[in-house]
């Protein structure tokens, strides 16, 4: 027993990092120790594997991409806080977000789907605002769930669903309560998963939720 827990606390999976080039440290690193330390951590150093500019280039060209003649951007240089000028009235339709495990588009009649498998949500395209070029926002459904509440691209690493202090966060849900919305989220799986019951019910308890939340097991 003592050899394993030895193992557990003395070795460190960055002692195989020897080398500047970080393919070489990942192909010595690729085995099993390496896939337990990556089930333990689960986090990856963003400096190390993804590539950087200064926050200066970064927001130039974001500011430049984000650009419309209705679009009035902020002073400041670092941030795309900006006014999007609407020439017609404002509506306040109901609103409803469904986010599917698993869903791919070719389950949808619309997309060629001769099953039959979503009825109902075939049924409400007609009578809804559908967007049918809209892509994932990452490779697993929390990263959906990410994208619709705080309405971000994926980020590197883990999901903020997931990540440690990430109470208080701008989403989508303030914005309609901003509007006089209700908002409410009901969600039929296990609340302990993925870290969602925390990250709705007490993370975003400003933005996602009001008095009539309901989360169900």
Known sequence: MFIPVAGYFLVNNHLKNICSNNYVNELAGNGTYEFGAAFCNNKIDYHQ?????NDTANLTLLRKMLQAPNVTFSTDPLSIERKIQNDNPEHKWNVVLISGESLS??????????????????????????????????TRTVRGLEALSLVIPPTP?????RRPNNEGLFSLGSVFKSKGYEVNYIYGGNSFFDNMGYFLAITAIKCLIKETYRMHW
């Open 157 to 161: 690493g883990q999901s903020i669903v």
């Open 49 to 53: 594997f993804y590539r950087e500019q």
């Open 105 to 138: 588009g070719d389950y949808l009649k619309y997309f060629g789907n001769k099953e039959n498998i979503t009825p109902y949500l075939d049924s409400l395209i007609p009578k809804s605002l559908f967007f049918s070029n809209f892509y994932a926002s990452g």
